[in-house]
């Protein structure tokens, strides 16, 4: 699976962004994907991620983020609403067999985009 992250920008605080996913493969709906981010000078942190037919959000998204995905299209999608200057990181989507590891974790994930920067301006 080969996965290519767009969509990202600047945008002002309260703005919003819907970032997109392209995923290559014919497998590409038996795959959990998730989104992950990376902010200046931090560590790659959880986003949000399918566990099975579940959504997990971290809580500092929770509300303002929504995933979702066509299969039909393989693209999966991050909705981001009220945008704020700490969301701006580095946005990557990642995409994980199924049962394999935590939803959470990075290294549960085999194929990663090459992320997508969003900038949010006060």
């Known amino acids: 699976v080969q996965l290519q992250a767009f969509g990202g920008g600047l945008v002002q605080a309260r703005g919003y962004l819907r970032l997109s996913c392209a995923a290559s493969?014919?497998?590409?709906?038996?795959?959990?994907m998730g989104w992950f981010r990376q902010a200046p000078g931090k560590e790659r942190e959880f986003v949000t991620a399918?566990?099975?037919?579940?959504?997990y959000y971290a809580d500092s998204v929770k509300g303002r983020f929504t995933i979702s995905r066509d299969n039909s299209k393989n693209l999966e999608y991050l909705q981001m609403n009220s945008l704020k200057p700490e969301d701006t990181a580095v946005y990557y989507c990642?995409?994980?067999?199924?049962?394999?590891?935590?939803?959470?974790?990075?290294?549960?994930?085999?194929?990663w985009g090459q992320g997508t920067h969003v900038t949010v301006s006060a």
């Open positions: 990642a995409a994980r067999r199924p049962y394999s590891g935590n939803y959470y974790e990075g290294y549960s994930y085999d194929y």
């Open positions: 399918w566990n099975g037919d579940r959504i």
């Open positions: 493969g014919r497998t590409f709906s038996s795959y959990r």
